[in-house]
């Protein structure tokens, strides 16, 4: 039994093996290249096609660009063309997971139910009938393609791909959709009543109900109290799911999503003070739960856009913010240099003013100083008010210049950059939109296990699509324009010179070789006698 066991251990071991997984542990960029190259010209078995599937979330790790070349440049497999009722058309791309790639008619008559007289009726438009050529491209999981996807540094364009596209509208389509509304209805309400608990929080008479006895001996106390015991198992059924998503994911994994990082934070915090509330401890003036409710507040509802990323346009709104912060990192770096050593720097200048006055209040400790050079990219600052001062020349000349470096140089240079960035983010807009409803599936994924079992045996993604005949006889007639065009060339060309085309490079020691002959004959050497050499036969056009 045992013999037999580590036979079978063995034997997965070989069949996880696959040549782009030796490659890629090899760290042979050139080797993965070579073989992702031979799949995209069916240079491979179509038995191959799993083991390139399994071994792409690598490449994706390991070579993020390459795999999205790869992706970009992946066609689907055409099938034929089927006539499907102009109702079902309307929906444009449709897509389904199915057992096997073949008998695609008998296989999409099942789907559509197309055998039902009441469903294939009225008029019939064109499609056309692909597949996804990556088996098992729909795997759930941390190690799937899609999450890898997500979690690595693919480029953004990967996810425009047509089998990236296909997996996501089957995913979104098939379980996604319908489980992010259910989730953002259930947070939002989540949210509101949070919002609301906060408010009454706000209005917490403290000093005049210091133990949870005197909270519920008014109304109003009853009210805060009630909001926060279901605020509290809000939070704790939560945090359930984020546990259960961690383990699904892996330490890792999870916190490499900002989302989760958020998640993680905001629930800890709502299961700390909605106890504290009720039990009045912490809550006096100037301690820290009241700190802890602002704070909760934005992070609750930041989470909210999480769920805007499924809708087209307000999805690429985020995306766009959050470019623009990590694209200001370098301008942000600056402008903290600015402010310390400017801060510093009015601090000297202005530290014997008079106790009480104007400069010494806003220059006269750190706290004081720093705030005053931030709020002076606002505009509210006169740099005459230094002329009073122990050394007015120099710090009006000082301030003068620090305004006009702030508002003037660096205020236009952060218009610039972020005009740059939404121009970047504006082109790559669709695939923007498609990377946050695949984030949006992950989630589902990562706190759904059963999804899984929705495409456990179809491993196949086939697709059909609205017919572009009329594009492709325009791009056949194109191609029908150019063959006449080189045909006439060659014509005219075997007129002049018969079938050899060539020519001698006067003052070399030989003839240079005829150039392949345009119909694909090899070139004949030429000889030139005043040269006293032979060219050799030029290549095959």
Known sequence: MTVNMEIQDSLEEQEEANAVRIA????????VQLLLDAMLEEKVTPGSYRAITEAIPDVAEQYP???EAFLT??????LGEMEIPASIASRGMIVTSSPSYTSYKEMWHNELNLDNPEVNKGPKILMEASMVQLPFAVASGKDSLLHTMVESAVPVQAFGSDTVKAIIDFKWNRFARIK???KFLLYFFFVLVYTVGAILFSRDTVSQTTTPKQLTSSVDGCVLLSFMVVLFFFGTYYMTIEVMQLLSLGLTSYFESFWNVIDVISYSIIIAITPCVIMRVGIGKGQVIAVLFALETIMLWTKV???ALAIDGVGTFIFMTAEIIKGMRYFLLLLFTLFISFA???MILFRDEAPGSTLDGQWGDVGSAILSAVLIIF???DPSQALGSEYGVVATILLTFYCFALIVILLNML????????SQVKVNQNFVFLKGRAELIIEVESTNTSVGELTEGHPFLHILTTSNRNEKAEENEEDNRLEKVISRVMASLQDKYGNKIFYSSAGAGGGVGGIGGLDGTDGAGSYDDDNGGGGGGGGGG
């Open 305 to 307: 856009l999480f769920f």
């Open 24 to 31: 890629l542990k090899a760290n042979s960029a050139d080797c």
């Open 415 to 422: 218009i610039t950059l972020m005009s740059d960035i939404y």
């Open 344 to 346: 510093v720097a009015f």
């Open 180 to 182: 992010i509304y259910s």
């Open 379 to 381: 505009g509210n600052y």
């Open 73 to 78: 440049g992946l066609p689907l497999k055409p």
């Open 65 to 67: 660009t390459m795999c």
